[in-house]
């Protein structure tokens, strides 16, 4: 083989190497982000309205809490994962996606669910299943209706301080980070999770400054 194209090769695959390694570099946690649908469903057209949060996805993020990927790395093979029957109900009850026709099929969600891994679940260091299963597993985890309704705040179409919301997060499952549709419609609460996706943690100062909702922040009604 020619020498000048044997280095050239190296060169080439070491770019690769590197840039693949450099899409999830600085993996430090998770974000658990769930979406309140009435709100969520204001912003695209959903043929599935839960009563309840649903999660948006597991999100790896650095410790500013910027979201990480990786192109590079395979995508799960969801058909065979939702041959589980518990399984796949357990991902359409807690992971659905909104805007799907026959919404109770989990294999109609597969698109969703890979756009969520290509986007997210690419950039954490884990095996699909088991990253799947976390997901599930800490969304069932999290009450955020009963969490709030604990604190005086119910989805009734009233509107709440942002600080009411925050202090009935922080006692249970750490300081969140809030966002909101038009600056006053609660959209999402994120959750802050631990580099192995088992514990809830606060989510870090710096991460809490990208919360975008004024100081008071209506909850509507499913």
């Known amino acids: 083989m020619n020498i000048t194209f044997f280095l050239y090769m190296v060169l ?9 390694a450099q899409n999830n570099s600085g993996f430090d946690h998770f974000w658990l982000v769930q979406s309140w649908p ?11 309205r839960p009563s309840d949060f649903v999660l948006h996805g597991l999100w790896p993020v650095n410790s500013t809490g910027h979201s990480l990927k990786n ?7 969801f058909y065979s994962l939702l041959r589980n029957h518990s399984f796949g109900m357990e991902m359409d009850e807690h992971w659905p996606s909104l805007g799907t026709t026959d919404g109770h099929d989990p294999f109609k969600h597969i698109g969703f669910w890979t ?5 997210h679940g690419s950039g954490q260091p884990y095996a699909d299943t088991y990253y799947l299963q976390a997901a599930i597993r800490l969304r069932k985890s999290v009450n955020l209706l009963r969490i709030l309704g604990n604190q005086g705040i119910y989805p009734n179409g009233r509107s709440y301080w942002e600080t009411g919301y925050i202090d009935a997060t922080k006692h249970v499952y750490g300081y969140p980070i809030l966002k909101c549709y038009k600056g006053y ?4 609460v994120t959750i802050c999770v631990d580099g192995q996706a088992r514990n809830l943690i606060s989510c870090n100062h710096e991460e809490r400054r990208s919360t975008n909702c004024r100081n008071i922040i209506t909850f509507p009604p499913p």
């Open 38 to 48: 009435p709100v969520y469903c204001q912003q695209i057209n959903c043929r599935r």
């Open 12 to 20: 080439f695959i070491s770019c690769i190497s590197s840039g693949a």
């Open 185 to 188: 419609l609660l959209k999402e």
């Open 71 to 77: 192109s590079s790395k395979d995508i799960p093979n």
């Open 115 to 119: 756009h969520e891994w290509e986007e």
